[in-house]
């Protein structure tokens, strides 16, 4: 007997349940969730300062769960023959061979301008090197490692990871590796960059429950505990776990909401919040 996989299937059915149950007394709790009143928008114009429109839930939403997707000698010929520039490896960690994480040397270094359309190119570069490319949107760029990352998304909403590819975590990311050049002094104080590598991993996707109830941007912004007059920074829809499980993991719809100083995600289901540890983060975020 597979204890293990039963283990797997017990949490997932347990996580669900509780989603559901949560869900319901919510939905009785709050029957007129998706109406704004005028009471709710004066407390949040008391609260932030933003000069952008508060984003609307325009499309379903739903509890996900991933698992991590294995590849197999047929998926690295796939990425070969997308693009011939590049050797596919599997893993390495420090356990040797992982067949959950895709590892590529481009032969030839595939170069960019990180001053302008930083973006648009580096999505480019995932079209034409990676199959499914679709797949993933563009996150930040992680300042300290001098790498830019993409993340996986469901029906245009990406998915949140606290930790970015490493040893037993499940991630849907694809991380690109960048050499910098300084130029001789006299042509050009800037640099030369090129895109010498990157990493991948995929989770396999599945819708488990739509959700027909949900916070707006503006309630959502009345959670957390965030001072008068604060700078609203940032706030978009995203899919989030606080559940760490090796080989799945459940996905519930939350508001990602950045502040000058701090970042929280609340679950659009039941209106709990959690806040995000900024320790040691040093990321620039391209709109």
């Known amino acids: 007997m597979d204890w293990k996989n039963i283990k797997t299937i017990f949490i997932f059915t347990f996580l669900l349940l509780n989603?559901?149950?949560?869900?319901?007394?919510?939905?009785?709790?709050?029957?007129?969730?998706?109406?704004?009143?005028?009471?709710?928008?004066?407390?949040v114009n008391e609260i932030i300062d933003y000069s952008k429109s508060l984003?609307?839930?325009?499309?379903?939403?739903?509890?996900?769960?991933?698992?991590?997707?294995?590849?197999?000698?047929?998926?690295?010929?796939?990425?070969?023959?997308?693009?011939s520039n590049q050797e596919i490896n599997l893993g390495p960690t420090n356990e040797g061979?992982?067949?959950?994480?895709?590892?590529?040397?481009?032969?030839?270094?595939?170069?960019?301008?990180?001053?302008?359309?930083?973006?648009?190119?580096?999505?480019?570069?995932?079209?034409?090197?990676?199959?499914?490319?679709?797949?993933y949107k563009y996150w930040k760029y992680d300042e300290e490692r001098n790498i830019y990352i993409?993340?996986?998304?469901?029906?245009?909403?990406?998915?949140?990871?606290?930790?970015?590819?490493?040893?037993?975590?499940?991630?849907?990311m694809i991380e690109i590796y960048v050499d910098s050049q300084s130029k001789d002094q006299n042509e050009s104080k800037t640099s030369k960059h090129q895109i010498t590598?990157?990493?991948?991993?995929?989770?396999?996707?599945?819708?488990?429950?739509?959700?027909k109830k949900f916070l707006t941007a503006e309630e959502a912004l009345l959670v957390p505990d965030i001072k008068p007059r604060t700078t609203l920074e940032d706030i978009k829809l995203l899919y989030f776990t606080s559940i760490n499980n090796e080989s799945i993991k459940v996905f519930v719809p939350n508001?990602?909401?950045?502040?000058?100083?701090?970042?929280?995600?609340?679950?659009?289901?039941?209106?709990?919040?959690i806040k995000l540890d900024q320790e040691n983060e040093e990321e620039s975020e391209v709109e």
Do not use: C
């Open 19 to 43: 989603l559901y149950l949560g869900t319901e007394f919510y939905n009785k709790v709050n029957p007129d969730l998706d109406i704004l009143n005028e009471e709710t928008q004066k407390k």
């Open 55 to 83: 984003p609307k839930i325009e499309k379903k939403l739903f509890i996900t769960t991933g698992t991590v997707k294995e590849f197999t000698d047929e998926d690295i010929k796939e990425f070969t023959n997308h693009n």
């Open 97 to 135: 061979e992982d067949k959950r994480i895709i590892s590529a040397i481009l032969n030839s270094p595939y170069p960019f301008t990180p001053d302008s359309e930083v973006k648009g190119q580096l999505e480019q570069f995932v079209e034409n090197y990676i199959p499914n490319g679709e797949q």
């Open 150 to 172: 993409f993340t996986q998304h469901l029906d245009g909403i990406q998915f949140y990871f606290e930790n970015y590819i490493a040893d037993n975590n499940l991630t849907g």
């Open 197 to 211: 590598s990157y990493r991948l991993t995929q989770m396999e996707l599945n819708k488990e429950q739509e959700v």
């Open 255 to 273: 508001w990602y909401i950045v502040t000058e100083s701090d970042e929280w995600m609340v679950d659009v289901t039941d209106s709990n919040d």
